[in-house]
């Protein structure tokens, strides 16, 4: 089945960097465009980044110039490379097929997503 495992955030300070990870299992990730994802305690996920088939990446404006997707076919690896952190990048971050989440007859599959958090 549809599986995601992130990992690598953490706590840092404003102006430092983390790289997030995420192995994604159980359908072929070079066929999917990928994103990653965040969200607030309270507020609605939003979208961060994506990756497309052909390594093409778009960002949301509030993240140009810090963050960098990519992505490891090979390993089934999406990363998030994550500098000049501020403190309103502090969410937990979770990775996923784009533009569609991935679905079961469940409903929507998210992994557990991994905190970012961003503060003095």
């Known amino acids: 089945q549809v599986q995601f495992v992130e990992s690598g955030g953490g706590s840092v300070q404003p102006g430092g960097s983390l790289k997030l990870s995420c192995i994604a299992s159980?359908?072929?990730?070079?066929?999917?465009?990928m994103a990653w994802y965040r969200q607030v305690p309270g507020k609605q996920r939003e979208l961060v980044a994506t990756?497309?088939?052909?390594?093409?990446?778009n960002y949301v404006d509030s993240v140009k110039g810090r963050f960098t997707i990519s992505r490891d076919n090979g390993w089934r690896r999406i990363s998030l490379q994550m500098n000049s952190l501020k403190p309103e990048d502090t969410a937990v971050y979770f990775c996923?097929?784009?533009?569609?989440?991935?679905?079961?007859?469940?409903?929507?599959?998210w992994g557990q997503g991994t905190l970012v958090t961003v503060s003095l």
């Open positions: 996923n097929q784009y533009p569609n989440v991935a679905t079961s007859h469940d409903g929507e599959i």
């Open positions: 159980g359908f072929i990730i070079s066929e999917k465009d």
């Open positions: 990756i497309s088939t052909s390594w093409r990446d």
